[in-house]
């Protein structure tokens, strides 16, 4: 068994230049001024265009990332309907292989300190997990069949394409405190890298969410992403 933190994988992200200059050129388009373009206007114009809610106009830019969470998580993400996903399957993958190590691997709950007596608990309900799911394969199981005792903290990947209108909304709704910590564990770092790579269209929602980032320093297992 394995214990491990989730992390994200950025996998396809256009050039901040290309993308800035591909969306003024389609925001223009709307107002027919086309003619106002420079070598140095578009950065101005989209940050104009997010602050002013014509969001349509930066559906034209899209991101690939890998997430690799917790199945609870992907539950609560696939939810988010203008994206595409590809998910690692349980009824295909045959942990008990050696290519998987022959192990069940789990996301590490952040909210329970890794010497507490509740994580020990989880820790042992995984474990045992881990047996009865060997077990049902070495018995003749298929894997679809065995994957009925698989826990929601067991490990997935699972790669989203989505606009960047929608990654902003993704944010917004994953990262705010009401959602769940783990939701946040992962999309914090995220839209961080989003930031700094597009200030312009994630930069105000950065900032908007530093008092998460110190809400989450509070729980015993946050170790943002670097």
Not at 44 to 52: A, G, H
Not at 145 to 156: D, F, I, M, Q
Request: charged share 20%; aromatic share 10%.
């Amino acid at each position: 068994m394995q214990i491990i933190k989730p992390q994200h994988q950025i996998m396809s992200f256009p050039d901040p230049e290309n993308a800035l200059g591909l969306l003024e050129a389609a925001g223009r388009t709307c107002y027919k001024s086309e003619d106002l373009i420079t070598p140095v206007s578009a950065s101005n114009f989209v940050q104009r265009i997010v602050n002013s809610g014509h969001l349509s106009v930066i559906e034209h830019v899209s991101v690939t990332v890998r997430l690799l969470c917790d199945r609870g998580i992907t539950h609560e993400l696939v939810r988010h309907r203008l994206a595409a996903y590809s998910q690692e399957s349980t009824r295909y993958a045959n942990y008990s292989q050696d290519k998987f190590g022959n192990e069940l691997t789990f996301i590490a709950p952040l909210f329970w300190a890794p010497d507490s007596a509740i994580y020990g608990r989880w820790a042992a309900a995984m474990e045992a997990a881990e047996e009865t799911y060997l077990y049902l394969l070495k018995e003749g199981a298929l894997p679809q069949e065995a994957r009925s005792v698989l826990p929601n903290s067991l490990k997935t990947e699972i790669v989203m394409s989505a606009n960047l209108r929608e990654w902003l909304h993704v944010f917004k709704m994953r990262c705010q405190q009401s959602a769940h910590p783990q939701a946040r564990e992962i999309m914090l770092p995220l839209l961080r890298e989003f930031s700094l790579r597009l200030p312009q269209i994630f930069g105000g929602l950065d900032k908007e969410m530093a008092p998460e980032w110190r809400r989450m320093e509070k729980y015993p297992g946050w170790i943002p992403q670097k």
